[in-house]
């Protein structure tokens, strides 16, 4: 896979989503055709080879920066083109809305998961308004100060339990990290941070968000916004809840949990999907390494990270079928963890 791929991969639903939004008809399936169908054709041509070590690619930041900029430019158009008097039929706003929120859920998503690790406080920034507009501000807190401390133990919010369904864990992931990502903020209060509290920035762009939907479009518009943002958050959440299923750190002697390692995300090989989602689906060396820029992430070789049987759009599609998720992955966890039980034998 070459770093010439990402933005190709997550530009070009851009101008197939504006198509749909300017003449509607068969054009508006064509954003929508391309995250689900094209994605999935491009999965199998696409190689499944990881990036060499130390890949450069100069314009990774440049490309985060143009990706969260049109973000927040997409989202009132698509408002507008959903929810307000763009002469577009029934038809064609429903499948817009079904285009426009998978770009918002996976390209928009990791953008901002991207620019919220950067250094740069005006990259962070960035990432923190692409959450906001989304509704899902305290994900840049509860990320980063819950998630990444605490993954694979019963500590965090966005781990799911082995057996727990999608739609019970989405409500407990979404509660508990918007909770303890306040917690956390609130403690580095308590230690001297300064500023205004980002709790204040994450409601309050929320409140101005959904304003700015009801003075595109009316309430319709303000409902197309939450809409879309409650279409984007599932995917963040489906994500999560995929990529840690059933996986938990061990506790030592003394007590605490081994640090977080490669055996501790499910990862996804498949080329096309990675560059679409900035190499999202190499979640293990993500939490090995999180300031790592997402064109350099490793995919773990099978031995030492677990692989989910499908793309990660894919699995995230079947999740949504708790029964048909649980069959599947039983047998490939239990042996994931036999594996693990016999290479802690001493």
């Known amino acids: 896979m070459t770093p010439a791929l990402f933005p190709l991969a997550t530009l070009a639903p851009l101008p197939l989503l504006a198509l749909g939004v300017g003449f509607g008809g068969a054009l508006a399936f064509a954003g929508l055709v391309y995250m689900t169908l094209f994605a999935l054709l491009l999965d199998q041509v696409v190689a499944r080879a990881a990036a ?199 506790t030592g002697p003394d007590g605490r949990l081994e640090p977080v390692g490669d055996r501790h995300s499910w990862n996804a090989p498949h080329g096309f999907t990675a560059a679409l989602m900035l190499n999202a689906p190499r979640h293990s060396d993500h939490h090995a390494h999180p300031a790592r820029p997402y064109p350099a992430l490793r995919l773990p070789v099978p031995d030492l990270a677990p692989r989910l049987p499908w793309s990660l759009p894919v699995s995230c599609v079947v999740a949504l079928l708790p029964p048909l998720w649980r069959r599947a992955m039983r047998p490939r966890l239990a042996q994931w963890r036999a594996e693990e039980a016999a290479l802690a034998q001493p």
Do not use: C
């Open 52 to 250: 060499p070590d130390g890949v450069e690619f100069p314009a990774a930041d440049a490309l985060l920066v143009v990706l969260a900029l049109a973000h927040l430019l997409a989202l009132p158009l698509a408002v507008w083109a959903i929810g307000g008097p763009s002469g577009l039929s029934a038809v064609d706003r429903v499948a817009l809305f079904a285009g426009f929120g998978l770009f918002f859920g996976q390209v928009s998503n990791p953008v901002a998961h991207e620019l919220i690790h950067r250094g740069d406080r005006r990259l962070f920034r960035l990432g923190r308004l692409v959450y906001v507009t989304l509704l899902f501000g305290h994900h840049t807190s509860a990320h980063r100060l819950v998630h990444h401390r605490h993954a694979a133990s019963r500590d965090d919010p966005n781990t799911a339990r082995s057996g727990e369904g999608f739609y019970r864990f989405a409500l407990r992931a979404w509660v508990g990290s918007f909770r303890k990502g306040l917690a956390a903020e609130n403690d580095l209060r308590r230690r001297g941070a300064k500023g205004l509290h980002p709790y204040a920035i994450y409601t309050g762009g929320a409140v101005l968000s959904l304003l700015l939907g009801w003075v595109i479009a009316g309430p319709a518009g303000a409902l197309v916004w939450a809409g879309l943002a409650a279409h984007a958050q599932s995917q963040l959440l489906l994500s999560d809840y995929v990529q840690h299923y059933g996986l938990m750190r061990r």
